[in-house]
């Protein structure tokens, strides 16, 4: 995947809050959170962020293919702050999807354990044995076209979990290039998968911050 050059997003870094401590962005898609190994692959997030906020820190990642809310640390002790809150799983999170097909139940579970599958990086594979646990609460919001609009609320935060979550219930995220079947992956042009709100405590003042973004599918 070194090799793999990407597709390089126009649209531009949105600013959900600020202050001196700390930024919310909505990220575009088809854009990377740090920058890539390939020496063509170094346009990214943080790399942008910092012409502005020279001192801004990554916290977590999304996908290159995911857009949606991230949080940024502004300066070293912030960022120690907001990490330990996610290595704590001390911070509140959930995603928009479109998925293939009707799903029945009106909301639910899927807890099964994810590992790496060597033989077909970056893919993830469910594995009883040697997998790490994981957890994705779903409801759904709307229904129809042979698809189903879902939130969804990741308790743990493995690779590829939602989209391998969705995949081993027989409902692939449309649009995505490494799990979908060809005609489900053929019904969007980009991933259906959108960070819409991230909550936290602020790094200073501890108040509670919940911030949203759109998706714009």
């Not at 959930?94 to 994810?114: H, M, Q």
């Not at 469910?126 to 409801?139: D, L």
């Amino acid at each position: 995947m070194s090799d793999y050059l990407v597709p390089h997003s126009q649209e531009p870094i949105g600013i959900l809050y600020q202050d001196e401590h700390l930024l919310f962005v909505a990220k575009p898609h088809f854009l990377l959170s740090v920058p890539g190994k390939h020496p063509l692959n170094k346009d990214c997030l943080i790399s942008r962020l910092q012409q502005t906020y020279p001192n801004a820190r990554i916290v977590h990642r999304l996908d290159l293919d995911t857009s949606g809310t991230m949080v940024i640390a502004l300066g070293k002790e912030r960022h120690a702050e907001l990490s330990r809150q996610f290595r704590l799983r001390q911070v509140a999170k959930s995603y928009i999807a479109v998925v293939a097909g009707e799903i029945k139940e009106n909301a639910g579970t899927i807890d099964l354990p994810i590992r790496a599958d060597w033989e077909n990086r970056p893919r993830q594979k469910v594995c009883f044995e040697r997998g790490k646990p994981s957890v994705t609460h779903f409801t759904v919001i709307a229904r129809g076209d042979n698809s189903t609009r879902l939130r969804l609320h990741p308790v743990t935060g493995r690779s590829h979990q939602l989209r391998l979550h969705l995949l081993s219930i027989g409902h692939p995220i449309l649009g995505c290039d490494l799990y979908a079947d060809p005609e489900s992956l053929s019904r969007s042009d980009r991933l259906l998968l959108h960070a819409e709100r991230l909550a936290l405590k602020h790094p200073v003042t501890g108040q509670w911050l919940s911030i949203e973004s759109e998706p714009a599918f």
